[in-house]
């Protein structure tokens, strides 16, 4: 602040590390420990697989418990002959469109729904017992039931992905509508704004981080309840693919199924995060979220 | 004289408390306020001076008593009303200039309109260069000022404030003191000034009402006869300031003893 006022001869003053100095130091120390980091990571991966296949190979048997190399084999099989029931991208197709059109529904159903009953205490209290029942009913049973209902095509598990990701959603969006600060209420109603724009200016920016926070979970409700989905009855899909696989003992078919739908789950997980991050711009950087986003 | 522009006459706010009883904030409280008025209001802590505001505001009807604005009853916010809040009450997912321009695209005022009123107003409150920022990226006087061009763009006749500067540093809120009186001085609007802080009242008002102890009514009217335009810090050191201070004090302390009675009592 004030040293550069403060006339003093340079030369008594020894100077042990320039601002270069301190700004390579960190820089190398941040990529070295990101090398590190990465490296690390490789090497689980390596121990892990190649334990995996060494076990399989020498020990127990592969019919049961597959093997790293035979995945693999599965994996390119399906991506360049297909699967026994066409191409695995209209398999991934199909899985993908039921959760995200169920994602959607049961998504903005939820929001609508938790924001309602978020700002009217009265409706809640009413609703309370019959929400809080519905949500501990075992949902995913519901698959069954809609099979019966809706056929083996796309409605059924559409269906099901709803009531899987409606309730996600709900209980965040009816927590972050009813815990609006009343100060910013009531500063807009002085501003002149109407109920209505109240709640859109207001409320739902307001709920929108705990909205957001919901989705990450609901999108993976959403591809667990397609796949279940397919599971109890379909005519293609993931689910459908990994059913199919158990039929005929095709252990690594079930893996090779898993790991498709984990790398779906990744990139709905980043556009997800894409998104949150272009919509809460407004908010501080919290301490320690990169840490935390590393892992969630 | 002209009709006043703010007028309580009896007014009574009660709430249900939590325990079941009810509390009475404010009792048969009367006062006015003429237009381009600067009256503050003073008491003990937790006396019930931000409810009349909210009674004048209103954001809650009374229970007893009148109020009138314009001479008309309040029965919903009334027109040429701005209110700023003791904590912040910026919403703190917009910009500086959504922030500022809120207050007139509430009231329909088109998109580029009310940006260019609130681009002048936030040059006014001195945050030129700034309306870009989340309030997250500002100090809290700078939040302050956001808060101010927010309320003034909307150009109100009465401006309610609740100890607005009373979260600041002592030399940030005597700044943003001598910042409220330029921007006060030549809009014509009459203020409320809640505060707790005597120095603070003396320094801005036209008056300074004293209220009581829990329930709060007016105890004394004070005019304060000190010249404007005012510099608050220089203001404080001068002797005509220190007279009035004496002044009111020896009616305040009577009711901040007893607030303070009263604290310790429920304490207990």
Known sequence: ?296 | MAPPLIELIGATKRFPSGSGSVHTAVRDLSMSVQPGEFVAVVGPTGCGKSTTLSLVSGLQPASAGRVRVNGEDVRSIPDGVGYMFQTDAVMPWRSVLENVASGPRFRGVDKAEARAQAMDWIERVGLGGFEKYYPHQLSGGMRKRVALAQTLVTSPKILLMDEPFSALDVQTRALMQDELLRLWSGSGAAVIFVTHDLDEAIALADKVVVMTASPATVKDVFEIPLERPRAVEELRLTEGFRSIYREIWESLRGEVDKAREKGVGNVA
């Open chain 1, 1 to 296: 602040m004030s040293h550069e006022t403060v006339e003093a001869p340079a030369a008594e003053v020894p100077v042990f590390e320039s601002e270069q100095d301190i700004l390579a130091r960190s820089r190398k120390a941040v990529s070295k420990r990101r090398r590190n980091i990465w490296l690390l990571r490789v090497g689980i991966l390596i121990v892990w697989l190649g334990s995996w296949e060494l076990t399989a190979t020498y020990w127990i048997d592969p019919f049961f418990y597959s093997k790293p190399s035979r995945i693999w084999q599965r994996l390119v099989e399906w991506f360049s002959d297909g699967t026994d029931f066409g191409s695995i991208w209209s398999q991934i197709l199909i899985t993908v469109e039921e959760a995200v059109i169920g994602f959607a529904i049961g998504a903005v159903a939820g929001v609508i729904l938790g924001v309602i009953l978020g700002r009217s205490a009265y409706l809640a209290d009413v609703l309370a017992p019959f929400i809080k029942a519905a949500n501990a009913l075992p949902r995913i049973v519901l698959a069954a039931l809609f099979v019966i209902w809706f056929g083996l095509g796309l409605s059924s598990k559409v269906a099901t992905v709803v009531v899987l990701v409606f309730f996600a959603v709900f209980f965040n969006a009816f927590t972050g509508a009813r815990e609006v600060d009343r100060n910013l209420i009531d500063n807009a109603r002085i501003l002149g704004a109407s109920r209505g724009q109240v709640l859109k200016s207001i409320v739902l920016p307001s709920a929108t981080s705990w909205i957001l926070s919901s989705l990450h979970v609901a999108f993976g409700f959403a591809l667990i309840g397609a796949v279940v989905g397919e599971y109890t009855g379909a005519k293609g899909g993931l689910g459908f693919l990994i059913s199919n696989a158990q039929g005929t003992f095709d252990t690594a078919g079930v893996y090779a199924g898993m790991l498709i739908i984990t790398v779906v789950a990744l990139f709905a997980e980043w556009g997800i995060g894409t998104l949150e991050s272009r919509l809460l711009r407004w908010r501080p950087p919290a301490a320690g979220s990169s840490a935390a986003n590393a892992i969630m």
